[in-house]
T-cell receptor, first 111, second 113 residues
């Protein structure tokens, strides 16, 4: 079992729908990172979370440290939100910070 | 600032050749990261630097891979000798701190034939 699991792996929705992408992890972490990778391959860092909630425009990220779970929400989704969304957790192992990535969620928003 | 700049954008090389990937981080960022992305393994952190010093290289796949950061504005990732299984997209990213949002370069698509 991977240390970081994302669900769903693929998600197709209609423009305007509310989107939720989930990330669960099985280890203690110091923070969690959400990334967006566009169809052209470029990667954008969306959020870095260690507790609570963050919001940027139509994107909202939440994390529940006790439940080892984070969600990324997109309100009023738009075709330009189509991308792969990647969750990564930051762990401290033997004094060094380590990044462990989920496998990504491919989101397609149809007009 | 122009963002994180990687070169080349595409590289095709023959097995056994040396490959050097280059990265210019955003000025003022203390952290620089090298990632590799493949279909099979997804995104992986290879190595990261703090203030030009390599902090953790446990993600470097084997001794054929090496990375340097001679100054705050330049880093290289070298593969010698290259093998077909090294074919991947290599990303460089920089950030002001480890636990903050990072800024990614456009990536270098490496194909080893």
């Amino acid at each position: 079992k991977n240390e970081v699991e994302q669900s769903p792996q693929n998600l197709t929705a209609q423009e305007g729908e509310f989107i939720t992408i989930n990330c669960s992890y099985s280890v203690g972490i110091s923070a969690l990172h959400w990334l967006q990778q566009h169809p052209g391959g470029g990667i954008v860092s969306l959020f870095m979370l260690s507790s609570g909630k963050k919001k940027h425009g139509r994107l909202i990220a939440t994390i529940n440290i006790q439940e080892k779970h984070s969600s990324l929400h997109i309100t009023a989704s738009h075709p330009r939100d189509s991308a792969v969304y990647i969750c990564a957790v930051i762990r401290i192992i033997q004094g060094a910070q380590k990044l462990v990535f989920g496998q990504g969620t491919r989101l397609t928003i149809n007009p | 600032d122009a963002g994180v700049i990687q070169s080349p954008r595409h590289e095709v090389t023959e097995m056994g050749q040396e490959v050097t990937l280059r990265c210019k981080p955003i000025s003022g960022h203390d952290y620089l990261f090298w990632y590799r992305q493949t279909m099979m393994r997804g995104l992986e952190l290879l190595i990261y630097f703090n203030n030009n010093v390599p902090i953790d290289d446990s993600g470097m796949p084997e001794d054929r891979f090496s990375a340097k950061m001679p100054n705050a504005s330049f880093s290289t990732l070298k593969i010698q000798p290259s093998e077909p299984r090294d074919s991947a997209v290599y990303f460089c990213a920089s950030s002001p701190a480890f636990v903050t949002e990072a800024f990614f370069g456009q990536g270098t698509r490496l194909t080893v034939v």
